[in-house]
């Protein structure tokens, strides 16, 4: 069968005749992006990457003749979001400043401990609250709202808000008040 042929086939859904062009043209892509890429494994993702792309496009492509240029537009499209991912990735690396090899991280290490104890404590101080309570609690603390839209999310009046967010802190704080006495 054509390309041509099969084409219309997966078209329809086929995933079998998606399978047979995948063997007819793999080699082929996967060869293409090992080029564009100079890595084995890259080019692996690549080529996964190209062929998922062409299944969720099936619906919008038509394919007269071979299979293959669409692939090579495919696949050209998804080495270059590759490469500006990978740029981007460097650039991000490159704004880190560099570690000192000689610190002792015995340091880091202790201060990462102790945060995850205070980080269980006030998870176990949470889930000591109401359900309510504690919606609100989270969204006033870790999501930059005001109380109305907390309300308007919720679906409750901004007096309710402000009484379970005043419980809320006042039970959570007065737990490690205690904690620390």
Same mark, same amino acid.
């Given at each position: 069968?054509?390309?041509?042929?099969?084409?219309?086939?997966?078209?329809?859904?086929?995933?079998?005749?998606?399978?047979?062009?995948?063997?007819?043209?793999?080699?082929?892509?996967?060869?293409?992006?090992?080029?564009?890429?100079?890595?084995?494994?890259?080019?692996?993702?690549?080529?996964?990457?190209?062929?998922?792309?062409?299944?969720?496009?099936?619906?919008?492509?038509?394919?007269?003749?071979?299979?293959?240029?669409?692939?090579?537009?495919?696949?050209?499209?998804?080495?270059?979001?590759?490469?500006? #991912?990978?740029?981007?990735? =460097? #650039?991000?690396?490159?704004?880190?400043?560099?570690?000192?090899?000689?610190?002792?991280?015995?340091?880091?290490?202790?201060?990462?401990?102790?945060? =995850?104890?205070?980080?269980?404590?006030?998870? %176990?101080?949470?889930?000591?609250?109401? %359900?309510?309570?504690?919606?609100?609690?989270?969204?006033?603390?870790?999501?930059?709202?005001?109380?109305?839209?907390? %309300?308007?999310?919720?679906?409750?009046?901004?007096?309710?808000?402000?009484?379970?967010?005043?419980?809320?802190?006042?039970?959570?704080?007065?737990?490690?008040?205690?904690?620390?006495?």
């Amino acid at each position: 069968m054509t390309d041509e042929e099969l084409w219309g086939q997966v078209r329809a859904g086929d995933g079998e005749a998606f399978g047979q062009l995948f063997e007819r043209h793999a080699q082929a892509v996967f060869a293409y992006c090992l080029r564009r890429t100079g890595a084995w494994s890259v080019a692996e993702d690549l080529l996964s990457v190209v062929f998922l792309e062409t299944w969720r496009k099936r619906a919008s492509v038509v394919v007269e003749g071979s299979l293959l240029p669409w692939l090579y537009t495919v696949a050209l499209g998804v080495t270059r979001n590759h490469q500006r #991912a990978r740029t981007r990735y =460097e #650039a991000a690396l490159g704004r880190v400043p560099p570690h000192d090899a000689d610190d002792d991280h015995a340091d880091d290490v202790a201060r990462r401990v102790d945060a =995850e104890t205070r980080t269980r404590a006030v998870i %176990a101080e949470l889930e000591k609250l109401s %359900a309510g309570d504690r919606e609100v609690l989270e969204m006033s603390a870790w999501s930059d709202l005001s109380q109305a839209q907390i %309300a308007q999310v919720l679906g409750i009046p901004v007096g309710t808000v402000k009484s379970r967010l005043a419980r809320a802190q006042h039970t959570v704080r007065g737990a490690f008040v205690e904690e620390a006495l």
